[in-house]
């Protein structure tokens, strides 16, 4: 992670046709060792000091390091705003990205299954900051692996910024000063917003703080907030999941004897299903912005942004 670099000029468009055609087989789903060489290939000479060059894999992430970098940091999020960061798939100028990086923050506990192959290549992996690592992970009995939702949770987040702080003062020891003032007042963000959650959900009664949402989602929110996370759309952490006739007929008799009144689902989420769902049992359907950021003029530029009208939403929708 101390060493910076760059693409060499020669011969990238060969190498990113060879890429594009390695996509079209399916073969960066599965680590192959011509993988690594084409990493390999990628990393070449020094670049300028600054600023540095950062890779995030989502815009949640990506504003959480760009908050404690400051413009000391150029950060490059792979994850376009708006998708679902359970489906992504790689391009070949995400991989030129991660070859150039100095850094790749990635928010872990399996949410980037897609590019494991890439980020755990000899030439990838050494400039990986997992910022969940230090996350107690949620697990449940009927589903395999860990909830990688951690950001849902303010507090978690609290633990990524030390990550980002550290990781960043390793490559530039220089702005070591400047990332830790950064990242103390985000962190006093981030403890603004858990108390001011915390206010605003007092306001839904006991028997009304169940959540149904598209997919597991909510767990670490509802841990931390008194909620129960009652059920889901699709049964499972990913999206990836595709419920059967009897899940979704389960789910809508849990519904009624819950008399839950709201689902929650991602606006990349499936309408059809959700539709559904909707239309066998008289529930609201609410948005919450999960997995993504919205652009600048959404209501979700930011991830202290997206908190507060996720909850705002929540309250609306669960407080009667």
Do not use: C, K, M
């Given at each position: 992670m101390s060493k910076r670099a760059a693409v060499a000029p020669g011969g990238l468009w060969g190498t990113m046709n060879r890429v594009l055609k390695f996509l079209r087989r399916g073969e960066l789903m599965r680590p192959r060792p011509l993988l690594s060489a084409l990493v390999g290939f990628l990393v070449a000479t020094p670049v300028a000091a600054s600023p540095l060059t950062v890779v995030a894999t989502t815009s949640i992430v990506g504003d959480v390091v760009a908050a404690i970098g400051g413009d000391?940091?150029?950060?490059?999020?792979?994850?376009?705003?708006?998708?679902?960061?359970?489906?992504f798939e790689p391009t070949p100028r995400d991989l030129v990205a991660l070859a150039q990086a100095e850094v790749v923050f990635a928010s872990g506990?399996?949410?980037e299954e897609t590019l494991a192959p890439i980020l755990t290549s000899p030439e990838v992996q050494a400039k990986v900051v997992d910022l969940s690592a230090e996350v107690p992970l949620r697990t449940l009995e009927d589903e395999e692996g860990v909830d990688p939702h951690v950001w849902l949770d303010p507090t978690n987040v609290i633990l990524w910024t030390r990550r980002i702080e550290r990781a960043l003062s390793a490559v530039d020891p220089a702005g070591a000063e400047e990332y830790a003032a950064r990242a103390e007042a985000y962190r006093s963000a981030l403890h603004d917003l858990d108390?001011?959650?915390?206010?605003?959900?007092?306001?839904?009664p006991a028997d009304r703080r169940c959540l149904v949402v598209d997919h597991r989602a909510l767990?670490?929110?509802?841990?931390?907030?008194?909620?129960?996370?009652?059920?889901?759309?699709?049964?499972g952490f990913s999206t990836l999941a595709e419920p059967s006739a009897r899940d979704l007929a389960a789910l809508a008799d849990q519904l009624r004897a819950l008399s839950v009144p709201a689902v929650f689902v991602a606006p990349t989420f499936s309408p059809t299903l959700a539709q559904r769902l909707a239309a066998d049992t008289g529930v609201r359907i609410a948005?919450?912005?999960?997995g993504t950021l919205t652009g600048p003029d959404g209501p979700a530029p930011t991830y202290l942004a997206m908190m507060?009208?996720?909850?705002r939403r929540i309250v609306e929708a669960l407080a009667g």
């Open positions: 000391r940091v150029s950060v490059r999020v792979l994850f376009p705003i708006g998708t679902d960061p359970h489906a506990a399996g949410l108390l001011w959650i915390q206010d605003q959900v007092a306001a839904i767990g670490y929110f509802a841990a931390r907030y008194g909620f129960v996370e009652a059920g889901a759309i699709v049964p948005v919450l912005y999960l507060r009208e996720n909850v």
